[in-house]
Nanobody, 115 residues
Framework: QVQLVESGGGLVQSGGSLRLSCAAS????????MGWYRQAPGKQRELVAV???????NYEDSVKGRFTISRDDAKNTVYLQMNSLKPEDTAVYYC?????????WGKGTLVTVSS
């Protein structure tokens, strides 16, 4: 069982920045893949950024160059630095961890970008 706790969401103006954090209840080394998804109102949940099982990173095209995923293994925490935010980035952001083919999700944190 993996528990994930997100923090860092909020309201920001267009062009601003936020940093999301996701703390895992187990060592990141025991997790195969970990990253961030988001779900905007009326839309499906989509991948934002992820550390893959091979240790590389993948980003959704619209966030490349603006968002950066990073990790602190000592704190079992993954971060999402979001810069140059746009109104279309408004969504609930969910942390995801995959371990032994099981997906675990945090409760989500709301990011609202005003124009």
């Amino acid at each position: 069982q993996v528990q994930l706790v997100e923090s860092g969401g909020g309201l920001v103006q267009s062009g601003g920045s936020l940093r999301l954090s996701c703390a895992a209840s187990v060592s990141i080394f025991r997790i195969n893949a970990m990253g961030w998804y988001r779900q905007a109102p009326g839309k499906q949940r989509e991948l934002v950024a992820v550390f893959t099982s091979g240790g590389s990173t993948n980003y959704e095209d619209s966030v490349k160059g603006r968002f950066t995923i990073s990790r602190d293994d000592a704190k079992n925490t993954v971060y999402l630095q979001m810069n140059s935010l746009k109104p279309e980035d408004t969504a609930v952001y969910y942390c995801n961890a995959r371990r032994t083919l099981i997906d675990y999700w945090g409760k989500g944190t709301l990011v609202t970008v005003s124009s």
